[in-house]
Nanobody, 118 residues
């Protein structure tokens, strides 16, 4: 299984970025897909999650109204549109795939840096 993130970088406060995660080696449509982030000195936290069925999404309070998660089950991708970015959004962002069947399957991408700074 591979999860490969792209789209990170440096952006000014108030700007936008779109992260993408390309998945391979798994039955993508079965998996709930999430974005996590980890800032220096802090624990990894859930940013957004989109379920495998129905596409229902949930967000951390800190990003509600600014970030939007979406998925394309035909292309095996999940994206995170990030608007109105703040310096506090600076972190390494990780793509995650999870499926709980008979056992729990959980996979991580390598992470991608997002820096919000003037």
């Amino acid at each position: 299984v591979q999860l490969v993130e792209s789209g990170g970088g440096l952006v000014q406060p108030g700007g936008s970025l779109r992260l993408s995660c390309a998945a391979s080696g798994l039955t993508f449509s079965r998996y709930a897909m999430s974005w996590y982030r980890q800032a220096p000195g802090k624990e990894r936290e859930l940013v957004a999650r989109i379920l495998s069925v129905g596409g229902s999404a949930q967000y951390a309070d800190s990003v509600k109204g600014r970030f939007t998660i979406s998925r394309d089950n035909d292309k095996n991708t999940v994206s995170l549109q990030m608007n109105s970015l703040k310096p506090d959004d600076t972190a390494v962002y990780y793509c995650n795939a999870e499926w709980v069947g008979i056992r729990r399957y959980n996979y991580w991408g390598q992470g991608i840096q997002v820096t919000v700074s003037s």
